[in-house]
């Protein structure tokens, strides 16, 4: 099938009398590759189009049409994957349902704020429902972790978050300015239908230059704040997340552990419920250590977990984050000791993602022992995996972890280990850069500490 910069490529060449073999020694392309793109049978990059215009001198039209070919083809699906194990949450799922339908009713722009309290569920639901909802977007759906809850990492800057969606969607060059930037996403997206969501926001100000106001998009935005602004600005709806209904708890422990054995212990799966303050958060710590001990009795657990119960009479805030931090305990006590220091030494890394590679440096162990420790935490729900050799903590764990290793590692095991991370990051943006260009002269690097040369 040809399309408008097949045509255009093979008028241009014929017109300067060039055959494909011909053409192809000056482009540097197979013969073959150039005439699939030439039927419309392949796409062609920006690179080959940047080539062949410049070597038929056709002004910039072919890069043109492929610029514009290429956007229309993105259709970007940046979800992460749902929760293995969602449970619950049905009125808030209908809530966004009806949310939807009545802006497509209306023709009105989709916007909702979500919030609530830490590890209640709001990224589990707003991904739930947006993998549910997708296939209704034909222009993709964008997403992106907005860092709002780091206490020493740096919520994400708008203007790199808009420079990631446009080249999502296709654009190359983006303004330096902010206004401008968000101007040219809100024109990219204006006739497209598109989802966007932005995960874990700290404030209005930060989501302000990402709304797309448009009626063919929507925007699903989540905070632990009330992000009232939004409200204002831009109309948003607002959805408040609380922990679990007890039922929900339940059904979610019943799900991680085994319907039989939760059933068989009722009252002891509902105090569970209640000291882990029905967060689901705490709930599948919890699940997890009861499924790696098939035997143990929910009771048992039950009673463990009853230090956090003496603090019902405290308010709720406090109670929640009491309660929690009795669950971290009682995961982190059962680490061996080496996991254990990697629990603590991860603490001290100031983002949320880590890469295997940069936790081996920060532990100081080998890649593969540094894989095998972080899977062990994985197991026990203290870190998630991410993707391939990407883990990623919650930033409470990470606050936790932080502590333990404030309590339990002297303030030269941390120097260290936070040297041997910064190290290893300056040598390996070195050889990226020697790699991009080689040419650029920088002043050689002092070696790295010995544990971080993997
Ligand atoms: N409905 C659910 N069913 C099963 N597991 C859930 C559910 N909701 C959340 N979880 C689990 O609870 C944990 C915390 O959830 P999530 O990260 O969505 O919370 P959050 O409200 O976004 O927290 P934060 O305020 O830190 O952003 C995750 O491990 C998630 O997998
Ligand atoms: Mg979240």
């Known amino acids: 099938m040809s399309t408008q910069f ?26 073959g590759w150039l005439s699939r793109i030439e039927r419309g049978q392949a796409a062609p990059t920006l690179a080959l189009a940047r080539s062949c215009d410049d070597a038929l001198t056709a002004g910039g039209k072919l890069l043109e049409l492929a610029r514009l070919e290429t956007r229309s083809r993105l259709r970007p699906a940046q979800l992460p994957s749902a929760v293995a194990g969602f449970v619950g949450r049905t009125d808030a799922l209908r809530e966004l349902d009806d949310a939807l339908a009545d802006a497509e009713r209306t023709g009105k722009a989709l916007m909702v704020a979500i919030d609530g309290p830490p590890g209640a569920g709001k990224t589990a639901l707003t991904i739930q429902w947006a993998q549910r909802a997708a296939s209704r977007f034909t222009g993709g759906v964008l997403f992106t972790d907005l860092q709002g809850h780091s206490h020493q990492g740096r919520p994400a800057d708008p203007m790199q978050v808009l420079e990631d ?19 040219l996403f809100r024109t ?64 979610l422990l019943r799900g991680a552990v085994g319907a039989k ?27 997890e250590r009861l499924a790696t001990h098939p035997r143990w009795p929910l009771s048992h657990v039950a009673d463990e977990l009853s230090g956090a119960g003496r603090l019902d009479a405290l308010a709720d805030r406090d109670d929640d984050n009491l309660a929690v931090r009795k669950v971290f305990d009682l995961s982190y006590e059962t680490l061996d000791g080496d996991t254990a220091r990697a629990f603590r030494l991860l603490g ?14 920060l532990t100081g162990h080998p890649l593969a022992r540094t894989r095998d420790l972080l899977d062990r935490l994985v197991a026990v729900h203290l870190v998630e995996e991410t993707g391939l050799d990407r883990y990623w903590m919650h930033d409470l764990l990470r606050d936790y972890a932080a502590d333990r290793a404030a309590a339990h590692e002297s303030d030269a095991e941390r120097f260290t280990a936070v040297h041997r991370l910064t190290s290893w990051y300056t040598l390996s943006v070195d050889a990226a850069n020697i790699a991009l260009a080689p040419q650029r002269e920088v002043p050689p690097l002092e070696p790295p500490p010995p544990e971080s040369r993997h």
Do not use: W
């Not at 632990?224 to 204002?232: C, I």
């Not at 001290?348 to 440096?361: E, F, T, V």
């Open 261 to 287: 054995r939760v059933d068989a212990e009722p009252d002891a799966a509902r105090a569970v419920a209640l000291r882990c303050a029905h967060l689901p958060l705490a709930l599948r710590i919890t699940a």
């Open 165 to 183: 969606f446009l080249a999502a969607l296709g654009t190359e060059t983006v303004p330096d300015e902010l206004e401008a930037r968000s101007a």
């Open 6 to 31: 097949s045509t255009a490529l093979r008028n241009f060449r014929t017109q300067r009398g060039l055959s494909l073999r011909q053409f192809s020694q000056v482009v540097h392309y197979s013969p």
């Open 348 to 361: 001290l890394y100031p983002g949320g993602r880590i890469s295997a590679a940069a936790a081996a440096a």
């Open 188 to 251: 990219v997206v204006a006739d497209r239908h598109v989802l966007v969501v932005l995960d874990n926001a700290i404030n209005s100000q930060q989501v302000k230059p990402l709304l797309v106001g448009s009626a063919s998009c929507a925007v699903i935005v989540t905070s632990r704040r009330r992000l009232t602004g939004l409200g204002v600005i831009a109309g948003a709806q607002r959805l408040s997340l609380a922990p679990m209904g007890p039922q929900e708890s339940i059904e």
